[in-house]
């Protein structure tokens, strides 16, 4: 991933656009009430969020508070643009990459966009189309799908009270390593 200079690191407080029932909406309902101008997006994110999501801007590695340090057992990540359900708890992982990581997503609420060249697959919400990252594959990491969505964690909102799978399983003794550039 790329630092781009125009993401500061200042702290921008999290607008709380949605309410944490939303997860519970349908995708249909979710994109009907999004913003239909990127004037609209400003009104609903900061501008560090409104960069990565609708810039495809990347934050600084070790920006996100939620890398390293928060592995919940229980919960969901949700798409700060849209409030969609993205992640669940039990699929962040400790890559040691310097932003979360997640070695799955939840069904259907990521696309996958291979960027024009071939070196990368950039990662958006299927609901509001939101830059989330890049996803890698096949990198060795011991997990169900040995992938690695690498996520600006801007682009997350935890909610502890968002239902998961009892399936998903958690990476709990992982030991993360450096990933090559
Ligand atoms: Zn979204």
Known sequence: MFLLARLSLSVVPTRRLLPACRALRTTA???ADLPDSEDGWRTVLSPNQFA???GSATE???FSEQYKTKYPSEGAYACVGCGAP???????????CGWPAFYDGVPGAIEERPDADGSRV?????TCEGHLGH???GEGFPTPTDERHCVNGICLRYEPTAEQPAE???IPALTPRQIPD
Not at 86 to 96: C, D, H, I, T, V
């Open 168 to 170: 998903v399983q958690a």
């Open 29 to 31: 309902t979710l994109k």
């Open 52 to 54: 990565v999501l609708r």
């Open 60 to 62: 600084p590695p070790g």
């Open 86 to 96: 993205l992640y669940y708890a039990r699929q962040k992982f400790n890559s040691g």
């Open 135 to 137: 996803v890698f594959k």
């Open 122 to 126: 950039e990662i958006v919400c299927a």
